[in-house]
C-alpha cells in the first residue's frame, strides 16, 4: 500500500458477506451515505468527496459485487439485497438518520431503505432515480451482461457509455472512462459480481410502496441522460409526498461524475 493510502476497511455482514467501507469528515459532523450507481465502486465519488467531507462524516461503500467487497458465487443480488446489505453496514458501523446520496441503482436503493425503514434517514439526494425497470430499461440491461460475459469489460463499455454520459464529456473523456471501467469491472473474481447485481435489479418495482417515503428528497436528472430520461424520473416524484424535482441542463446519467462541484453546491443548498 502506498505511504498515505488508508488500508482498506470491511465489515461482516451476518451471512458472512464482507463489504468494504471508508468514513471520512468531521466525527461530530451529520452523517451522509453515498450509494454507488451499477457496475461502479466507491471511486465513482472522487470528485465530490472534498466538497462534502467538510460539513458531513461521509461513508463510501462497496455493495456486494462492487469493488473490494465479495461477491458470492450465488445469485442474482436484487436491489433489496442490497438495501438489506447497507442496512446491516449501518448497524454495525451506528450510523445515525444519515443523509442518503445515490446515484442510478444507488438511489434505488435508498427507496428501498427509506420504504422499508420509516423514520430513520434525514432525506435524499438521488440522481437518476426511476420507481421501477422497465422492459426497454431491462433489455438493455440484459445486453450489458452479455457484452461483459462474451467480449469482456470493454465491450461492455462500449455497449454502456452512449447511456451513462453527456456527449461532450463522452467525448471529452472517453479514454479516461473507458480504462476505469475496465478497472472497476476487469477483475476476474468479480465478473461474476457485475453479472449478479445487473441481473438482480431488472425486476426491481417500489411504486406501490413510494408512498411510504416522507423524508425531504431532491430528485435530480440530467437532461441529456438516455438511460433514466427525465420523463421517467418524474414518475418517482409524482409518487412521493416531499420530493423536489430538477432536470440539469447539459448532463447526462451520471451527474456527480460529469459536474462534481456543480453537484455538491446543489446538494448542500437544499440541506441547508
Request: net charge negative; aromatic share 8%; hydrophobic share 45%.
Amino acid at each position: 500500500m502506498r505511504a498515505g493510502r488508508p488500508e482498506p476497511t470491511f465489515v461482516t455482514l451476518p451471512d458472512g458477506v464482507k463489504l468494504h467501507y471508508r468514513v471520512q469528515g468531521p466525527v461530530d459532523a451529520p452523517w451522509m451515505v453515498l450509494l454507488n450507481g451499477l457496475l461502479s465502486d466507491t471511486t465513482m465519488w472522487a470528485g465530490v468527496l472534498p466538497g462534502l467531507t467538510q460539513r458531513f462524516r461521509v461513508l463510501t461503500f462497496d455493495s456486494r459485487g462492487q469493488g473490494k467487497s465479495d461477491a458470492p458465487e450465488v445469485g442474482p443480488y436484487s436491489t433489496a439485497q442490497l438495501a438489506e446489505d447497507a442496512w446491516e453496514l449501518f448497524r454495525a458501523l451506528e450510523v445515525e438518520r444519515p443523509w442518503l446520496v445515490g446515484l442510478s441503482n444507488g438511489s434505488a436503493m435508498s427507496l428501498e431503505l427509506m420504504a422499508s425503514h420509516p423514520g430513520a434517514f434525514a432525506g435524499g439526494i438521488l440522481t437518476s432515480s426511476v420507481s421501477h425497470i422497465d422492459f426497454a430499461m431491462a433489455l438493455k440491461a440484459e445486453h450489458w451482461a452479455r457484452c461483459l460475459e462474451i467480449g469482456g469489460p470493454l465491450l461492455q463499455f462500449d455497449a454502456v457509455a452512449p447511456y451513462l454520459w453527456g456527449d461532450r464529456f463522452l467525448e471529452a473523456r472517453h479514454g479516461v472512462l473507458r480504462a476505469y471501467h475496465q478497472a472497476v469491472t476487469g477483475q476476474a473474481t468479480h465478473h461474476h459480481g457485475a453479472l449478479h447485481q445487473i441481473r438482480g435489479m431488472v425486476t426491481w418495482d417500489i411504486r406501490d410502496r413510494l408512498g411510504a417515503v416522507r423524508e425531504p428528497l431532491l430528485l435530480m436528472v440530467g437532461a441529456e441522460d438516455l438511460l433514466t430520461p427525465p420523463w421517467k424520473c418524474l414518475e418517482t416524484a409524482r409518487l412521493t409526498v416531499n420530493s423536489r424535482f430538477e432536470v440539469i441542463p447539459g448532463m447526462g446519467h451520471a451527474y456527480p461524475v460529469e459536474d462534481p462541484k456543480g453537484f455538491v453546491a446543489r446538494v448542500q443548498a437544499f440541506i441547508t
